[in-house]
């Protein structure tokens, strides 16, 4: 796993340079760490493979060892054949009889070669294609899954979502195009080896000489697909802005941002001049490999066709058969085109598991919000929860400073507490820490008396009903959306509207064209329907109180909603919630004047806590801010009465 060390050293260009190794014993190491590496990551995508279909591997064996032994098999008929016609020929200008069926035998070797062949090359064809889209699946469900327990902090580093863009792109064509290039070096070798067995017979040396013209041709392809590998990783960046600056004037919730701002052209501009930036270089590699080997297939081809007047010559001196010429130039030619397969297919193989690599590293990305203890405890479920903060502090991964700063606080079971404070203060980052998206940096918080550590991680996340500031909005149906909570018990229609009611959503829905059954935003469904963002807050409300949770968590739930659906949905969490302990987080305190205990937050620090008349008599913080947006309120509404008596009066 150095590779992700690696990257985690990496500076933010992300440049990284090799040392040159010092000595032969380090640069020794170095080519058996490259190896070692090689092959394990084959391995691993053999073993994805087999676990996608284990006859896919057979069957691609089989034709790979068919498709190896075919050519060969049929160079010999065709050799055969062209002896015997030559034999025939000239004992017909003799007059002498000739068997036929000397040259019927070898012919109908070759007509089955022939079926053979094209009967391979279709089968091979099926089974590329039909693997190709199962190994695809495999991949896919495999990064889902992963994704799924990947530990919310590792969203916060962008190298992190490198990796994830890297192993999603990669998880398409690239693992099934390594195996097919490993079973096309298969076959190659088959027959190869062959052909050098049939050359041995010109001259031993015919086919080294082949193999090591090949030599440098080799050496040029690797260490170019080496660079354009480093090349491309170490630009991710200007492929992921590339990617983004097409996205932005593409997507469909920025649409209207860069139709009026006139966007599109400031992020065509972006895009062309991180391509070109991009591309001289590409360019550059591919022009310097293009040049090396068209030297080298150059000075190949002079050498092939000096080897061809040699062989000719043989015939010519009567040392070989007209059938022996076609055999071996056929030969020479077979080597040196199965030397560059060779090449081609390893150097494809070596730069597929290069990128290989991400969808590996991600795979194998650590989780680190585990259960502590060796037996995890399951929460009780279906009762109302303690919930303690003890000297908790927090850091983002990657920010400089405390974003909580050693935060105490007592939740008892049953209560309704309000968590107050400006924006930024770090209430949602409390939350997070409460339902273990993320670990303390220093602290603890307890659950019934137990560090939340202790808890098996998906039983803990069942307990918490929430209902996130920047919640989700599906491409689903309305009744769907609302149910999201509660996935694990089928959708029960009779409880969704019952929450709808309670979510002040009803009366909305019922406008809409299939009701329940309305297919949200418009991705799929030509139909689909785009809510406002006050119809989207109430369908999560809705959704809260659907969910079967013992703490409901709801973060600045009405924010976008009037003052008079906000009151009524307090009131209707008033009557539900009953023994569930609740927590609001909210910067609207009309609402908090019934909590049971408020909890007022400053810069992650707990700096005021107690009932709205306990902390109104205090006169700090909450009294300040309380009397700020009463007063607002105050004057709007002389400004309300003012507008009424001016309209009695014009009337
Ligand atoms: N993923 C993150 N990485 C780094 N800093 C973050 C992240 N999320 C929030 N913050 C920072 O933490 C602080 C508190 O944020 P938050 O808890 O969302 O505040 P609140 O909910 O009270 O408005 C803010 O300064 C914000 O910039
Ligand atoms: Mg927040």
């Known amino acids: 796993m150095d590779n992700r060390t690696n990257g985690a050293r990496r500076h933010p260009g992300g440049k990284q340079k090799e040392e040159r190794p010092k000595t032969f014993g380090e640069a020794m190491r170095r080519v058996g760490k490259v190896i070692g590496g090689f092959f394990s990551r084959l391995g691993y995508i053999f073993k994805l493979v087999w676990e996608t279909r284990p006859w896919i591997l057979f069957a691609m064996l089989g034709l790979a060892i068919l498709e190896g032994a075919l050519p060969v098999v049929k160079a010999l008929a065709a050799a055969e054949i062209l002896n015997e016609l030559a034999a025939a020929y000239s004992a017909a200008k003799l007059g002498q009889s000739f068997d036929f069926w000397l040259i019927m035998r070898p012919l109908i070797i070759e007509f089955v070669l022939i079926f053979i062949t094209s009967l391979s090359t279709n089968v091979d064809t099926i089974v590329r294609r039909i693997a190709g889209e199962l190994v695809v699946h495999t991949v896919k469900l495999k990064i889902m899954k992963k994704a799924k327990n990947v530990d919310m902090q590792s969203f916060d580093r962008p190298e992190f979502y490198e990796k994830l863009e890297n192993a999603s792109r990669e998880a398409g064509n690239r693992p099934i195009q390594i195996i097919g290039s490993t079973f096309n070096v298969v076959s190659t070798v088959i027959s190869m080896v062959s052909f050098i067995v ?13 193999a090591a013209l090949a030599l440098p ?57 991180t391509f070109k930036k991009y591309f001289s270089g590409l360019k550059r590699l591919f022009l310097g490999e293009g040049a090396w080997n068209t030297g080298f297939a150059i000075v190949s081809a002079v050498v092939n066709c000096l080897l061809f007047l040699f062989v000719a010559q043989g015939v010519y001196n009567g040392t070989s058969q007209i059938g022996d010429y076609s055999l071996y130039t056929g030969a020479l030619g077979s080597v040196s085109g199965a030397v560059r397969t060779l090449v081609a297919a390893t ?14 590293s991600f795979i194998k990305e650590p989780q680190t919000l585990i259960s502590t203890a ?52 770090g209430k949602t980052t409390l939350i997070k820490l409460l339902t273990r998206l993320y670990d303390p940096t220093d602290g603890k918080i307890m659950l019934d008396g137990r560090d939340i550590r202790e808890y098996d991680p998906t039983a803990l996340y069942k307990i918490f009903g929430i209902i996130f500031q920047d919640f989700g909005r599906y491409a689903v149906s309305v009744a769907e959306n609302v149910a999201m909570s509660d996935t694990d018990a089928p959708l029960d229609m009779e409880r969704v509207k019952e929450s709808a009611k309670q979510g002040n959503a009803d009366s909305f829905i019922k406008d809409l064209p299939d ?27 809705a959704r809260a109180f659907y969910c079967d949770s013992d703490v409901l968590i709801l973060d600045e739930p009405t924010a976008s909603l009037d003052a008079i659906a906000e009151q009524e949905i307090y009131s209707q969490f008033d009557s539900l919630r009953k023994d569930k302990t609740t927590i609001f987080v909210s910067h609207r305190l009309s609402s908090a004047t019934v909590a049971d205990n408020i909890l007022v937050v400053e810069n992650g620090m707990l700096i005021e806590q107690g009932n709205h008349a306990q902390l109104m008599k205090l006169g700090g913080k909450y009294a300040e801010l309380f009397t700020t947006q009463a007063k607002r309120y105050m004057e709007s509404k002389d400004e309300v009465e003012e507008y009424e008596n001016t309209k009695g009066e014009n009337k």
């Open 217 to 273: 041709g080799a050496i040029v392809t690797f260490i170019y697909r080496k660079k354009v590998f480093s090349f491309v990783r170490m630009r991710s960046k200007d492929r992921r802005q590339l990617a983004y600056y097409s996205d932005v004037v593409t997507n469909k919730d920025l649409a209207k941002e860069v139709r009026i701002f006139g966007l599109s052209d400031f992020f065509t501009d972006k895009y062309k001049g």
């Open 515 to 541: 009701g329940y059954e309305t297919a949200l935003m418009r991705i799929f469904e030509e139909n689909g329907t785009e809510l406002s963002v006050g119809q989207w807050q109430k369908l999560s409300v």
């Open 347 to 360: 150097a494809t193989i070596y730069e597929g598991t290069l990128f290989i690599d991400n969808l590996i």
């Open 374 to 425: 060796d037996e995890p405890v399951m929460p009780e479920r279906h009762v109302a929860h303690k919930i303690e903060f003890c000297d908790v502090s927090f850091r983002y991964p990657g920010a400089d400073h405390d974003t909580i700063k050693h935060f105490s606080a007592t939740i008892n079971p049953g209560d309704t507490v309000v968590l107050v404070g400006l924006n930024g203060a």
């Open 198 to 210: 049939i050359l041995w017979g010109l001259s031993p040396a015919a086919p080294f000489i082949i």
